[in-house]
């Protein structure tokens, strides 16, 4: 888990890639804490999305719509050579 600093020293070896981090605000395994860590081990481009109430791995299941266009709008931002059309 975060506590044992891997999840950091990983996220530094990929690093200038965009990485998108979503965050369960209440989570026990990897708390917002560890977050900003790995966030610091990449450098400035990371992207942060917290998800309040949101227990580990739970993000989906509390807010389905937001995490959908969290992803989504990821993937636009540093994936697609031409947009789609809005849904």
């Given amino acids: ?8 020293r ?16 209440e989570d026990e395994l ?11 081990s990449v450098g400035p481009s990371d992207t942060i999305r917290r998800v309040p109430g949101a227990r580990h791995i739970m993000a989906r299941a509390v807010d389905p719509g937001g995490y959908r266009r969290r992803i989504v709008g990821f993937f636009d931002l540093h994936l697609a050579t031409e947009r789609r059309p809005a849904e």
């Fill in 30 to 40: 990897c708390p917002p804490a560890g977050i900003d860590e790995i966030a610091r």
């Fill in 1 to 8: 888990a975060c506590a044992s600093g891997a999840p950091a």
């Fill in 10 to 25: 990983e996220a530094a070896t990929i690093s200038p890639r965009p990485v998108l981090l979503v965050a369960d605000e």
